[in-house]
């Protein structure tokens, strides 16, 4: 008898281990959240327009670099247009917000940690979030696209970094940035 009480009472605190850290999590079907069953890709051709000089940098660097031989430990803040076309005065579709910082101590290259925020058509108010290394003197950088909001929820991908001619001495750098995202 005392025995078969001790068995119970195992079992009764083996459920209820069980229940205490399996509630806080479930499976679920996708289609409850709107989500078709197949992801779509879309390319999205963008130019990055960086301004670090002038009336109005779009840039600002927040922590110079730790010699004056690299751009090894800079960190540059960034609220840079995103426009259709290579022109920095062609219209703007949304704005790269984020931080560059000087990651490489032999080459130029930096960490890439930027938010792309559509702000027009239907794409108004989404996102990508882009996260990578870019040596910015190879011809093509490629970075990963980690995540998105909005129209690109579930998003990953890559995007290729391509400088295009530029104004350097004015602090001007113009990228176009080719970018291939799956999502639903
Ligand atoms: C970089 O150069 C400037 C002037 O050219 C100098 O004032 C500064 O101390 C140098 N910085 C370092 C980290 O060497
Ligand atoms: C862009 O517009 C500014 C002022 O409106 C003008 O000075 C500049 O030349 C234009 N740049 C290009 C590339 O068209
Ligand atoms: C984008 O969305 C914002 C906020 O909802 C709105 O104020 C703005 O007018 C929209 N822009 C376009 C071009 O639709």
Same mark, same amino acid.
């Given at each position: 008898?005392?025995?078969?009480?001790?068995?119970?009472?195992?079992?009764?605190?083996?459920?209820?281990?069980?229940?205490?850290?399996?509630? !806080?999590?479930?499976?679920?079907?996708?289609?409850?959240?709107?989500?078709?069953?197949?992801?779509?890709?879309?390319?999205?051709?963008?130019?990055?327009?960086?301004?670090?000089?002038?009336?109005?940098?779009?840039?600002?660097?927040?922590?110079?670099?730790?010699? #004056?031989?690299?751009?090894?430990?800079?960190?540059?803040?960034?609220?840079?247009?995103?426009?259709?076309?290579?022109?920095?005065?062609? @219209?703007?579709?949304?704005?790269?917000?984020?931080?560059?910082?000087?990651?490489?101590?032999?080459?130029?290259?930096?960490?890439?940690?930027? #938010?792309?925020?559509?702000? @027009?058509?239907?794409? #108004?108010?989404?996102?990508?979030?882009?996260?990578?290394?870019?040596?910015?003197?190879?011809?093509?950088?490629?970075?990963?696209?980690?995540?998105?909001?909005?129209?690109?929820? !579930?998003?990953?991908?890559?995007?290729?970094?391509?400088?295009?001619?530029?104004?350097?001495?004015?602090?001007?750098?113009?990228?176009?940035? #080719?970018?291939?995202?799956?999502?639903?």
């Amino acid at each position: 008898m005392t025995k078969l009480i001790l068995i119970l009472a195992a079992q009764i605190l083996l459920f209820a281990a069980i229940a205490s850290t399996g509630d !806080f999590a479930r499976t679920m079907n996708q289609e409850h959240l709107g989500l078709p069953k197949k992801e779509k890709l879309t390319h999205i051709r963008v130019y990055w327009q960086d301004s670090l000089k002038g009336r109005n940098p779009s840039a600002v660097m927040i922590q110079q670099p730790v010699s #004056n031989s690299s751009t090894f430990g800079s960190v540059t803040m960034m609220d840079d247009p995103l426009t259709l076309d290579v022109s920095r005065n062609s @219209t703007v579709v949304g704005q790269a917000q984020g931080i560059y910082a000087g990651a490489a101590q032999r080459e130029i290259g930096y960490l890439m940690v930027m #938010n792309f925020a559509f702000k @027009t058509g239907k794409y #108004n108010g989404s996102t990508i979030t882009i996260l990578g290394r870019n040596p910015v003197f190879s011809k093509v950088r490629e970075m990963p696209v980690v995540g998105g909001s909005g129209m690109f929820r !579930f998003a990953r991908g890559y995007v290729e970094a391509q400088t295009m001619p530029s104004d350097f001495d004015a602090g001007e750098a113009t990228v176009e940035y #080719n970018c291939y995202v799956l999502h639903y």
